[in-house]
């Protein structure tokens, strides 16, 4: 089995960051997403954790240190791109590891404010590989991921759906009422997701989040885990 497990860490982590390394070695996915991440000291901490761990492969951004950025760490060995030209202001919040069978993207799409990433997605997606998006999207399907409609983007969603990519989510789960990140107000929303491209949906054994990570106030997300074999 293969497991890969995307979270959102919370603004770097700040003085969460070494309960946090300590629970993402313990899990032992194989390949880790981070969102929210951050090049700064707690960003550095992180990756000396996990190196000594095993995740030998390390893909992040050139963000400045105040912003929140996006990486992956791998056990796996992998060939690690970036896209400076992705967004005019969003550089760095979507990367790509690619592995012998499938590209793995990245992501940390930004909240309520305008970019192109799903519109540079959708072309990186045309290639001969099977491709997996995992991180924040920041948005989801209104009345499904959310009681109300306040999502932004869910067009893109659809615009996913049309090029063969599924929510793996979903796939294993069909309609339950799920949620990844709640308001003070106690409102729940599914910003997190793990897209497939179809073919891959053969091999989906599971995806699901880890709530009690979240619950642990760890951070304000709930990891993802998407497990394939």
């Not at 309520?112 to 997606?125: C, G, P, R, S, W």
């Amino acid at each position: 089995m293969l497991k890969i497990l995307s979270w959102n860490i919370q603004q770097g982590g700040g003085s969460r960051t070494n309960k946090i390394c300590t629970h993402l070695s313990n899990y032992g996915a194989d390949i880790i997403i981070l969102s929210e991440y951050k090049n700064n000291e707690n960003g550095l901490t992180i990756r000396k954790h996990l190196l000594s761990k095993g995740y030998l492969f390390q893909n992040v951004g050139a963000a400045p240190s105040g912003t929140n950025s996006v990486a992956i760490f791998s056990k796996l060995p992998c060939n690690q791109f970036l896209f400076p030209g992705s967004d005019p202001e969003f550089s760095n919040n979507v990367i790509c590891s690619e592995f012998p069978v499938f590209k793995v993207y990245g992501m940390y799409l930004p909240h309520k404010k305008k970019h192109v990433l799903f519109d540079f997605l959708l072309e990186e997606i045309k290639n001969e590989k099977p491709c997996l998006l995992a991180g924040d999207f920041n948005t989801g399907i209104n009345y499904v991921d959310q009681v109300g409609n306040s999502f932004w983007y869910t067009e893109k969603l659809a615009a996913l759906a049309k090029a063969n990519y599924v929510d793996a989510f979903r796939l294993k789960h069909n309609d339950v009422k799920e949620y990844s990140w709640y308001s003070h107000q106690g409102n729940g929303y599914r910003y997190d997701h793990t897209y497939i491209q179809n073919a891959l949906s053969p091999v989906t054994k599971d995806c699901f989040y880890l709530h009690e990570w979240r619950e642990m106030k760890l951070s304000d997300h709930s990891p993802m885990v998407y497990v394939m074999g």
